[in-house]
């Protein structure tokens, strides 16, 4: 953790955090500004006497201002097209008008690779009830049950899932009446989802309702028992192969990967994914609920691990060899983490000198804002500012703010399930472990959130908008902005590049050692491309200003 402040360093740009932020929200009228100055906040860490460092406090997963041009998306997207989306044997079908599924077709890079062809994967697939005005008036019901046993007919998969948008929850049509109807007369699992894009307050409350769902309908159905290091692997969606990568390195340590939520996942290792010994958890935000309710019904305990940045994944396997505490599985982890080294050190002595010092933002998600600091690190970067769209206080803060958190209103209808263990599969030999280890030190659930690895004095921004974003660059000239597609040509406008930390500008993967050494590579060639020194024209004032002196040119020839 780097105590120094971006805002104090050897910057040009002579600005405080504090005086940039009340910069940003001065433009604001004054409710906005009173609803804004909560979510942003300057990382000022405090110490107590005896050395205890506590956080500010950030206001986050709120209802956003209207017309303030946010980055977020609504609870369909955090349901279907997060975490349901990546699993290529359920048809997942769209209860709605055409725009949702249609703009959420195949835009996410999560990956799958079936073992063969006779493999079922619908992944390519868009399928949509399509509703039209005569099913708002009359209800959808009748045709979504069509939809079904037509998409059981052409395709005979394992399950179906429906996935409400946002007029299937005002007309009242009841997507679980019917996905019930359906199961019995087709003899398959059929479940819906209540994931109405104006649930909650983003995706954030589509990864809830996804949880609770795939936990009712899915989880435990098959007690098949798993090998001696069997895990899961929870909130890692493969977003262009990197739960391939790290699969790999599972697989060379020995682990047994139950199954992955949900990169590059089935159906039938969901249903078997209780009998996992240990969930570690990558992003805390979409998947925390499912660790939790696995532990309360079957007992295996979770961890938070990170398998983004090489040191964060030598440390996640070690973490998960600790866990199992077997001489074996140890050895193996440090033979493979020997293996992938070398060639980490290797790119880094090529990279990152070209890259030190230089400054970044990260503005994504629920989880790689932070995630990827680690590789910045390792580049030598510096993140000065960095926010989430739709986490939560316990994101940013760490996990003992839990008991703070109040649900407010907005959030308030996201059922929690109420879960007890289950007295035939509960496996109390786990708990009975997890005690044991928790006792010698190790610690499960922990997690420590975003702010207390950034910088001091680091600006830290909930749900960012169009304007926050742009007087950021305006003011901070950072070298690489991090965020979405949205963002992405307005940031390269001002002469900034921008990495898309979601998509990963269709490159990638980033995970794993490999990953780390295809990031140093892609953020060399975005922060140091000549481009970004041709933005202006060069009988521009700004142009003339930053062209080398004529000795300094070299004449060939
Ligand atoms: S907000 Fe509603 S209409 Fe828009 S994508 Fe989400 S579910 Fe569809």
Redesign the pocket.
Known sequence: MSEHSPFDDDSEVAVTSESLRDDLLDAYPKKTRRKREKQVVVNHKQADESGLVSLPVIGANTRTIPGVITQR?????GCKGVILGPTRDIVNITH?PI??GF?SWLTRRNQTLAPTDEHDNFMPYCFSTDMQDENIIFGGEKKLAKAIEEAYELFKPKAIAVFS??PVGLIGDDVHQVAAEMKEKLGINVFGFSC???KGVSQSAGHHIANNQIFKHVVGEDNTKRGKWSINLLGEYNIGGDAFLIEDLLQRCGIDLVATFSGNSTYDQFANSHMAQLNCVMCHRSINYVADMMEKKYGPPWIKVNFIGAKATAKSLRKIAEYFDDQELTEKVEAVISEEYPAVFEAQEIYKPRCEGKRAMLFVGGSRAHHYQELFAELGMKTIAAGYEFAHRDDYEGRDVLPDIKVDADSRNIEELHVDADPDHYRGNDRAKAIERERAGYKFKEYDGLMADMPEKALVIDDINHHESEELIRRMKPDLFCAGIKEKYAVQKMGVPCKQLHSYDYGGPYAGFQGAINFYKEIDRMVNAKVWSMIQPPWSDEAKQNAPSSSSIRRDG
Request: aromatic share 22%; with cysteine; glycine share 28%.
């Open positions: 998306g609504c609870s369909y997207a709605g725009g949702c703009y948008t946002c109405e894009g104006y």
